[in-house]
């Protein structure tokens, strides 16, 4: 089996957006003969995005499993953190901009100022070591990159790109004004000269594949995050006091135009009565500021129909999604090739998905081609679709949406790792002959020392 060096920020207990798509590969390569090698930061709980809120960790971890191992390496706190640690998110704002953005430019140049230079000690043993036939780097963090680029430079070993956004083709990540654009021309700078050496790189969707092209002109692979089938919904009929149920799951920015959905769905409210047996559904809305505070500006009058809530545990997020008639995605129009990963969520969970107001690209083919539900444009639509699934549901008790279409497979996160398989045989094994007898000599440097971690299909090593 060949051997996969998989770098990445998120793995568990993280248990973050990206972290799945990271778990999908890790479970599903070695069926197809990749033994994945992931070195990670350490995480001491499940949702954490905030490096400033984690401890300080300072050791490296191995930890042997029969399809896979995992190395954990220390995250090093940059200044901007320890600010914020020390004062709190709300303080001390300006300096903390200062250093984001000194820390930004250093960190692509200078060893010292890189909170995740553990990674390319980590991962320039195992590549010493000969343990490894070719590195897989998932980004965000961008700067991850580099050490892939390093790793290619320093040791011929063939290395691809894995984007989960675009980096500096993406609008929404540089706002308008003078340091914004200096880091954005730092970003392109880094971004063009670091894969010039990809052997390859993936991203989440064809228009994130076609824009990251024009940038580092190299070949490009649309790699989706993929569904799990979770535990069909019951089947058994809904009892009569049971209300419609729409639910919107997880993060909404303020570039996603909710405003249309709801407004439909008021008119619906409004010509139905008081007595409508109607609930929408916000878990997670309450995660980026001013949303909540949005969407109940756009239900004032209606509040008793919808439930803002916290952010909920994955576990919950599951059920939760089993048990709806609905689930609503908005898509971006101001920024093509979003594809939020609730979308995959919603794929496994077996209910109809909405798109309103659609994408006009990704979002939209995916439901055309799965059949998996609908998608709206403007608020009388979204009044016809509910007042209909309504009636159906006062009359049959149930709601059953679109069958899907055999298509629904192919984003599957099986489907999509075989994808990657490919990727990885065309371009790595090819490489891999070329450059063996580079990356194969042992190293005379001696390697640090990590405890292993003992895991359930293998023993401690002696």
């Known amino acids: 089996m060949r051997r996969l060096l998989l770098l990445t920020y998120y793995y568990p207990p993280c248990n973050l957006a990206p972290t799945r798509r990271v778990m999908n590969w890790v479970e599903c390569l070695p069926g197809l003969g990749w033994r994945p090698i992931v070195v990670c930061r350490h995480w001491s ?5 905030d490096p400033a809120s984690e401890p300080l960790r300072q050791d490296f971890l191995v930890e042997r499993h029969a399809t896979h191992e995992v190395h954990w390496v220390p995250y090093r706190p940059t200044p901007r953190d320890l600010v914020r640690r020390l004062a709190g998110k709300d303080r001390l704002v300006l300096l903390r901009k200062a250093l984001t953005f000194g820390q930004l430019l250093g960190e692509k140049v200078w060893d010292a100022l890189d909170p995740l230079d553990a990674y390319w000690e980590c991962a320039s043993d195992l590549v010493r070591e000969g343990h490894v036939d070719g590195v897989l780097v998932t980004g965000n963090p961008f700067n991850l990159f580099r050490t892939g680029y390093r790793l290619h430079e320093r040791y011929g070993i063939p290395w691809a790109a894995d984007y989960r956004d675009s980096w500096s083709s993406n609008d929404l990540a540089y706002p308008a004004g003078i340091v914004s654009g200096v880091l954005r021309r730092a970003d392109r700078l880094a971004e063009k000269h670091w894969l010039r050496s990809a052997a390859f790189f993936t991203s989440v969707s064809p228009e994130y594949v076609r824009s990251i092209r024009e940038t580092v002109s190299r070949p490009g692979y649309t790699l989706y995050n993929g569904f799990v089938r979770a535990t ?5 009929p809904v009892a009569p006091e049971s209300k419609l149920t729409v639910a919107y799951l997880g993060t909404l920015y303020p570039g996603q135009r909710i405003e249309v959905f709801l407004r439909g769905v008021l008119r619906f409210l ?3 009565g008081p007595d409508v047996r109607f609930q929408m559904l916000f878990p997670g809305i309450t995660y980026m500021r001013g949303q909540k ?5 756009a239900i004032r009058g209606f509040e008793q129909h919808f439930s803002l809530m916290d ?27 979003i594809v939020g990963s609730k979308v995959f969520e919603y794929l496994g ?13 990704v979002l939209e083919r995916m439901v055309a081609d799965t059949g998996v ?13 509910v007042t209909r699934l309504y009636e159906e549901l006062l009359a049959t008790s149930q709601v059953q949406g679109p069958a899907p279409r055999p298509a629904l497979q192919h984003y599957s996160r099986e489907r999509q790792a075989r994808r990657l398989a490919r990727c990885l045989d065309i371009h790595f094994v090819r490489a891999a002959s070329s450059a063996a007898g580079a990356t194969r000599q042992p190293s005379s440097q001696s390697t ?11 023993g401690r090593r002696k």
């Open 349 to 361: 969970s077996g209910r109809p998905l909405v798109i309103c107001p659609s994408d006009g690209g």
């Open 45 to 49: 709980k499940e949702e954490a995005d």
């Open 232 to 236: 069909p919904p019951p089947s058994a």
């Open 311 to 337: 952010r909920i545990s994955g576990a919950e997020a599951t059920r939760l999604q089993t048990q709806c008639h609905l689930l609503l995605q908005v898509g971006w129009q101001t920024q093509a090739g």
């Open 373 to 385: 539900g609908w998608v709206l444009s403007n608020e009388a639509e979204v009044e016809a679709l």
């Open 448 to 458: 640090r020392h990590r405890p292993e971690r003992v895991g359930p299909a293998i």
């Open 293 to 297: 505070e949005r969407v109940a500006e």
């Open 270 to 272: 409004q010509a139905k």
